[in-house]
T-cell receptor
Framework: QKEVEQNSGPLSVPEGAIASLNCTYS??????FFWYRQYSGKSPELIMF????GDKEDGRFTAQLNKASQYVSLLIRDSQPSDSATYLC????????????FGTGTRLTIIP | GAVVSQHPSWVICKSGTSVKIECRSL??????MFWYRQFPKQSLMLMAT?????????EQGVEKDKFLINHASLTLSTLTVTSAHPEDSSFYIC????????????FGPGTRLTVL
């Protein structure tokens, strides 16, 4: 069974610090990886996707992928209180319309 | 960016009744849509894959006769919860692949179902 694992948290980070979120996956054939942010009572919104080993940066966010170790991470620099949310890691087997497998999510709280 | 809408945003119904939830892709066509269910403080669980013009594909453990899915057009998929019970109370979210290249999935705003 394909699994995606995340530390459920809560993870508390001081405002302005770097928040580090981690995700591991079991299906070595997975090709694309997504980070979603979900506020309470809302649907997920895409932050970033990555499909090549290494780092991908977008503003304050950096996704890191290591396929050999089967982990993907998300770094949030200069954390803001508005970053407080649940972060969901999702994995897809291929580049097509294949379904996403979600992790359980990590609840992040930014402390002012 | 691509927009997916859902209707209604929330619904309260009595036990034993049926509820229909609509998912629409507003500015793109979606031959495939996905239906998820999310219980409080839990992650999204895929219920089924909705395929335009053909039968939906249900995940293991999801009752296809209880959760009826119809994908009648390239922009509309519906989920009908039949004979709803309080344990069906949940947050139902649809998504549709869109965009270019990596085929991002765009999520609807979700429908909060409460069964009394």
């Amino acid at each position: 069974q394909k699994e995606v694992e995340q530390n459920s948290g809560p993870l508390s980070v001081p405002e302005g610090a770097i928040a580090s979120l981690n995700c591991t996956y079991s299906d070595r054939g997975s090709q694309s990886f997504f980070w979603y942010r979900q506020y309470s009572g809302k649907s997920p919104e895409l932050i970033m996707f990555i499909y090549s080993n290494g780092d991908k940066e977008d503003g304050r966010f950096t996704a890191q992928l290591n396929k050999a170790s089967q982990y993907v991470s998300l770094l949030i620099r200069d954390s803001q209180p508005s970053d407080s949310a649940t972060y969901l890691c999702a994995v897809r087997a291929n580049f097509g319309n294949e379904k996403l497998t979600f992790g359980t999510g990590t609840r992040l709280t930014i402390i002012p | 960016g691509a927009v997916v809408s859902q209707h209604p945003s929330w619904v309260i119904c009595k036990s034993g009744t049926s509820v229909k939830i609509e998912c629409r892709s507003l500015d793109f066509q979606a031959t495939t849509m996905f239906w998820y269910r999310q219980f409080p403080k839990q992650s999204l669980m895929l219920m089924a894959t909705s395929n335009e013009g053909s039968k939906a594909t249900y995940e293991q453990g999801v009752e296809k006769d209880k959760f009826l899915i119809n994908h009648a057009s390239l922009t509309l998929s519906t989920l009908t919860v039949t004979s709803a019970h309080p344990e069906d109370s949940s947050f139902y979210i649809c998504s549709a692949p869109g965009g270019t290249g990596i085929n991002e999935q765009f999520f609807g705003p979700g429908t909060r179902l409460t069964v009394l």
